[in-house]
């Protein structure tokens, strides 16, 4: 799966992220919940939601011809 848990401390209110080369990265936080995903080279990545909370993230690839 692409999305990758990250820690998240509710009592300090802090989050601690891991950090591979330089790469785009993208974090998502809902309800006490954070996930982190990089970002493809070519494509578009986006973050549904309903109601105020987090459906889904999608992800829409493509390569240059």
Avoid: W
Avoid at 17 to 44: D, M, S, W
Avoid at 48 to 55: E, L, P, S
Wanted: glycine content about 8%; charged content about 30%; overall charge positive.
């Amino acid at each position: 799966m692409r999305l990758e848990d990250v820690n998240v401390n509710i009592v300090s209110k802090k989050m601690e992220i891991e950090i591979k080369g330089n790469q785009p990265f993208c974090v998502v936080y809902c309800n006490g919940k954070a996930r982190k995903t990089y970002l493809p080279v070519h494509g578009e990545t986006k973050v549904i939601t309903h109601q105020g909370k987090v459906k889904r993230v999608k992800f829409d690839e493509g390569e240059e011809f």
